[in-house]
């Protein structure tokens, strides 16, 4: 079982830290070649818009939308949360996302770096953790075919369509594998509805 | 603390932010079109400041914070982090910046120092700071004082890479020579790096800093960025080198390219190709020591 982590900007090898400790076969993917193979990918924190640039130049969007048809599952963190999402609310003009998820992301919606903050989150089937959320957007709307996992005051955090998972917040930079846990052994291999 | 124990400024939300921005560029910027320019080709932050190094540098006099007008239109202007310097020591200055909202405050050396002794208490701030360090023992004294960031210094405003290696090298070789110690070997460590033991145990046992390493002073080409991040560093500063270049949207599009993919040599071949004039750029020994920037900072 190999998962992959795009590694073009960002918290890229703090997850592939947290899946080696799991045991799971880690990979940094740079080109859209890399992808073959992998049951899995992490589209990491970072700058959403560096990010959505890099994965423009270098062709990433529609291999990793042929991947997750050919069943190749999705988490997005932060920054990758955004890239999911079908549509992104206060996005720089011309920045793309995969459209993937049944989901509306508001960038930045939680504010600048001194609003930042962190706090203990309900997240289901995973029960209370702790969640570090920076510059965070959040989930303004959860279309039918979403399902949500977690809120923070009254705002979606975390949410899950099938084999793809959102969260806005940051499980690689707490050492708390659950979540990490929860996408290799819930979310990894099982197909949308 | 409040209902479900909610904290903002904790040492954890300030380190994560300069997490979220390895692997990238952060980009000196004058004004809000140059800002646009910056985040438009792809960089993970602007440092907002009145001049960029090389003309602080051909100006001379005092160095300051700049004016909270251009701060504000930059703030107002990208969505992308936006960093600010204050001079060292200058606790007030940081305090201005953060009440206008920055991301990051970057206590450097590019400016004129407000204190020969002691730098700002940068854990009684909620921002993050990051701070310059030509070395391990300096890096370890600006995390103690509460730096969530280091950036090695290099030489700002000289378009020229030769003090950004040394320092990068110094640094790697520090941590390389702390790893080898026995553990009693570690008081008299911390005596020579003048540092605080618990952290100089720490990068013992890690071999590697407690928080994120950018390079800074002197990147001008994809080649540059390149080779920083092969020495090992985080993610790179690129002051003057854009701005002061011919063609500074392609030439910033670039470097953020050769940063991803640092050991493509190929790729950086095609990225590298007709990217016009770089900057002049400064030989060193032409700096008077006087005149050094990276000498600033305790």
Redesign the interface.
Known sequence: MRIGVLALQGAFREHILMLETLGVDAVPVRLPSQLADLVGLIIPGGESTAISKLMDTYAFFDPIRQHHQAGMSLWGTCAGAILLAEEVIDATPGQESLRLMDVVARRNAFGRQVDSFETDIDFASVGLYRGVFIRAPWIESVGPSAEILAKHADKVVAARQGDMLATVFHPELTGDLRIHRYFVENVVGSQAR | MTE???????L??KT??A??????VIMDVVNAEQARIA???????VMALERVPADIRAVGGVARMADPTIVEQIVGTV???VMAKCRIGHFVEAQIL?SL????IDESEVLTPADDKYHVDKEAF???FVCGAKDLGEALRRIAEGAAMVRTKGEPGTGNIIEAVRHMRTMTDGIAWLAGLRSEQVYDAAKQLQAPVELVRWVRENRKLPVVNFSAGGIATPADAALMMQLGCDGVFVGSGIFKSGDPAKRARAI??AT??FA?AELLAEVSRNLGEPMVGIDISQIPAAERMQERGW
């Open positions: 479900n124990n909610m904290e903002i400024g904790t954890r939300v994560g932010l997490e979220m921005l390895k692997g990238g985040e438009d080709a792809g960089a993970v932050a969505s992308i982090p953060q909202g920055v991301d990051f909620t921002v993050p953020v390219e991803t993919h493509d």
